[in-house]
């Protein structure tokens, strides 16, 4: 399967709010709610922020939301802050035992 | 804590093998099942493979499937990746993960960077 689409970079400043979007098609993100979101710092592994369409593991700041229409997903970032900055990619399970992720997002916080 | 620490990657030239192995703690390895994710330099994050908790079941991305071959062995608390006929293109930073009943990836070991070059 091809990756889900994600816009290449998105920037806010500290305490505004940005929200990336996050494209596929009916056979991943249409056509289930495992869809995640991970916070990647260069050089470091990836964070999970957000599993099943909206909800955040255990310590993940609720200044994360998510949401999924059809097939598109986004993330919020609310009350931006500068250790936000890196790395965002969104996951769909896409059947069969198999996973999609997006192309990735770089946040900068301005 | 919950771990998982990657070893085995290294330079290997094309058409080359390689076994990455996972090793897990923590938490209870055979109710969880697994997934490698990989990682080129610069690029995004690309999924590769997946086994069940009991390791009967396998699937695999079409780009390295029939080449690669994840397995498990809950006695040891380990997770493989066999890599044969390396091509240049699976130069990236490979990556084990938990996958729960959410479908979601998440708990990730450090990564081990695997190099196939002539």
């Known amino acids: 399967q091809s990756a889900l689409t994600q816009p290449r970079s998105v920037s806010g400043s500290p305490g505004q709010s940005v929200t990336i979007s996050c494209t596929g098609v009916g056979s ?23 599993y099943g369409v909206n909800n955040r593991p255990s310590g993940v700041p609720d200044r994360f939301s998510a949401s999924k229409s059809g097939a598109t997903a986004s993330l919020t970032i609310s009350g931006l802050q500068a250790e936000d900055e890196g790395d965002f990619y969104c996951c769909s ?15 900068t916080v301005l | 804590e919950v771990q998982l620490v990657e070893s085995g990657g290294g330079l290997i030239q094309p058409g080359g093998s390689l076994r990455l192995s996972c090793a897990a703690s923590g938490f209870a390895f055979n109710s969880r099942a697994m997934s490698w994710v ?18 009967s079941n396998s699937y695999y991305a079409d780009s390295v499937k029939g080449r690669f071959t994840i397995s498990r ?7 493989y ?12 930073v490979y990556y084990c993960a938990t996958v729960p009943y959410s479908q979601a990836f998440d708990t990730w070991g450090q990564g081990t960077m695997v190099t196939v070059s002539s």
């Open chain 1, 28 to 50: 991943n993100i249409g056509a289930y709610t495992f869809v995640s979101w991970y916070q990647q710092i260069p050089g470091k592994a990836p964070k999970l922020i957000i």
């Open chain 1, 93 to 107: 399970y896409a059947g069969d035992y198999t996973w999609v992720f997006g192309t990735g997002t770089k946040i």
């Open chain 2, 38 to 55: 990989r990682q080129a330099p610069g690029k995004g994050l690309e999924w590769v493979s997946f086994v069940s908790m009991s390791g």
């Open chain 2, 73 to 79: 062995d809950n006695s040891k608390n380990t997770l």
């Open chain 2, 81 to 92: 990746l066999q890599m044969n006929s390396l091509r240049v293109e699976d130069t990236a």
